[in-house]
């Protein structure tokens, strides 16, 4: 049987989960959330961080010496620095380190794409409310609720 770590184990990482226990895999899960929404399709739960390297590379080596570490798979989460740093650990498939960070490293990542030629949505830095409308103007939109679901953003943050 192939044994994953699949994290975390909130709703978004649902169809992923009955995904994997469809197919029979050994899913062993890691979340901050001590009732983490989806913590009961797992094989083994341990309520950690996986933001905490230490905590996290900690439960990946007692599965490993358990040989219950064939793979793991983040789902949905920017924690994805911390994710190749133990893929690359234990010699699984896995994104380098630099590449993982771009992918938290949003507009960079995208700053990226487009160097390479890769196809990404427009997209542009944010420093103040008016470079949205700005960026609106230049690609034609005219969307009053992106601008007043942005508003609401804005002043829940303030």
Same mark, same amino acid.
Do not use: W
């Given at each position: 049987?192939?044994?994953?770590? !699949?994290? =975390? %184990? &909130? ?6 989960? !009955? /995904?994997?226990?469809?197919?029979? #895999? ?24 996986? %933001?905490? @390297?230490?905590? #996290?590379?900690?439960?990946? +080596? ?9 793979? /793991?798979? !983040?789902? &949905? ?5 911390? @994710? +190749?740093?133990?893929?690359?650990? $234990? ?10 960070? !771009? ?17 990404? =949505?427009? $997209?542009?830095?944010?420093?103040? $409310?008016?470079?949205?409308?700005? #960026? ?9 609720? /992106? ?12």
């Amino acid at each position: 049987m192939k044994h994953i770590l !699949l994290y =975390p %184990a &909130g709703i978004a990482q649902k169809e992923v989960f !009955l /995904i994997a226990k469809k197919r029979k #895999f050994s899913i062993s899960t890691v979340d901050v959330n001590p009732n983490a929404e989806c913590k009961d399709f797992a094989d083994n739960f341990y309520n950690i961080n996986p %933001a905490d @390297y230490e905590d #996290f590379i900690r439960v990946a +080596s007692i599965l490993k010496k358990k040989n219950q570490l064939n793979g /793991i798979m !983040l789902v &949905g989460a920017d924690l994805a620095e911390n @994710y +190749s740093k133990i893929v690359n650990r $234990f010699n699984l498939i896995g994104p380098s380190v630099d590449s993982a960070k !771009l992918t938290v490293l949003k507009y960079e990542m995208k700053k990226k794409f487009q160097k390479n030629n890769i196809n990404h =949505p427009k $997209f542009s830095k944010v420093l103040r $409310f008016s470079d949205i409308s700005l #960026f609106m103007q230049k690609y034609g939109l005219n969307s009053k609720s /992106i601008i007043e679901k942005c508003k609401k953003v804005i002043s829940r943050k303030s």
